[in-house]
């Protein structure tokens, strides 16, 4: 189903502002590159003046003695999940500890540093490392695929388990199935001479994306004002998804850990398919309107009525009104499911391409509370 009008607005540009250690604004889990310049590194000693335990990343604050003039220094850390899981908590340093601190300093020229490596002075011990995050081992890997009374597949917690999740993509961005491009876990490219390769973009398009990766995604609505995420994006964000089935009411939820704790409604109930890029009260304007239905094993989400006031996937891949998506989901066993997306916008893309990956079950585990809008860029 297509829109019979195209709305083309290449984005809206928001602006990270110079900080000092008393004025901040809230915004989300940020690409570090896009703060920090990697070219410029500092070595820094202090006493520790606030410990500021919050999403999206914690901070130190920091007094620092220069040619005898005190200053105040932000040193930004990752988010309080990624710390709290390797073993650290707010009180692993405390008000008045001396620290050393060494790593990146903001492009701005504010005085905020990336703490890649910080010591407490007094015990010599290097706080806040991030353990990798490893995926599950599973007992029994292929254990069969959980099914309701009726023989469908359960796309959630199944039968002898309370609660889980489906977490570690086997991709991290969004790329057109066959085609190999290095990237960081944010969608960056390794080089940009690779943008052509990612998806069959218009000229406009590319061009855009080629920006955005050029700026670091400093631009990305998600950084910058807590905007939800939608589309495929979901399912290659940090801190993983549910999918919620309420079968009495003939309906799925989505709901995902890695912003702020928002959900998107499939109605499986037959509606018809109405979405309107303007939206309306059954229509949001960033989940779009999805409406899906069983095609033997394989759940298939038609989904209409997005607005161009976000982005759809990491690394910062373009998209228009006329996005519209079939999303398919199937469980060939109970530790895997299978994502598959067909991206059709001819207002940003040439024809229609498809991309897929797994992911990852989570057992007996809730998902992770985080929220974007609590702390500063």
């Not at 590194?41 to 005898?68: A, C, I, R, Y």
């Not at 500890?97 to 790593?103: A, F, K, L, Q």
Request: some cysteine; glycine content about 10%; overall charge negative.
């Amino acid at each position: 189903m297509m829109f019979s009008k195209t709305r083309l607005a290449l984005a809206t540009f928001g602006i990270l502002t110079g900080l000092t250690a008393g004025t901040f604004e809230a915004a989300a889990h940020h690409v570090i590159g896009a703060k920090f310049d990697p070219d410029k590194s500092m070595t820094l000693s202090g006493s520790v003046s606030k410990v500021d335990w919050l999403n999206p990343h914690v901070h130190l604050f920091v007094e620092v003695e220069t040619n005898g003039v005190t200053q105040s220094w932000a040193v930004e850390l990752a988010s309080t999940l990624d710390l709290r899981r390797s073993g650290w908590t707010s009180d692993t340093v405390k008000p008045g500890d001396i620290i050393n601190i060494s790593g990146t300093v903001a492009r701005d020229g504010s005085r905020q540093i990336w703490g890649d490596n910080v010591t407490v002075v007094a015990s010599g011990q290097r706080v806040f490392t991030v353990a990798p995050d490893e995926p599950p081992v599973y007992d029994n890997p292929n254990a069969p695929t959980p099914r309701w009374p009726d023989g469908q597949p359960r796309l959630g917690t199944p039968p002898g388990q309370s609660g889980g999740y489906w977490a570690y993509p086997t991709e991290i961005a969004l790329v057109e199935d066959g085609v190999t491009v290095p990237m960081d876990a944010n969608g960056m490219l390794q080089e940009l001479a690779d943008a052509d390769k990612v998806a069959p973009f218009q000229p406009w398009a590319r061009d855009l994306y080629k920006y955005r990766q050029s700026n670091y995604l400093k631009h990305d609505p998600m950084f910058l004002d807590c905007k939800t995420q939608a589309g495929p994006r979901i399912w290659q964000r940090p801190y993983g998804i549910v999918l919620l089935e309420e079968r009495e009411h003939k309906r799925i939820r989505n709901f995902w850990g890695g912003g702020n704790q928002n959900w998107r409604t499939i109605f499986l109930d037959g509606r018809e398919q109405t979405g309107l890029p303007e939206g309306s009260a059954e229509d949001p304007v960033y989940w779009g309107h999805a409406v899906g239905q069983w095609e033997g094993d394989t759940l298939v989400i038609d989904s209409i009525g997005f607005n161009d006031k976000f982005w759809f996937s990491n690394g910062g891949l373009p998209h228009t009104p006329q996005l519209h998506l079939i999303e398919r989901y199937s469980r060939p066993n109970q530790n895997t499911l299978h994502y598959e997306v067909t991206i059709d916008d001819p207002g940003a893309y040439t024809r229609t391409w498809t991309a897929s990956w797994d992911m990852k079950w989570v057992p007996n585990a809730e998902l992770p509370t985080y929220f974007c809008q609590d702390n500063r860029p």
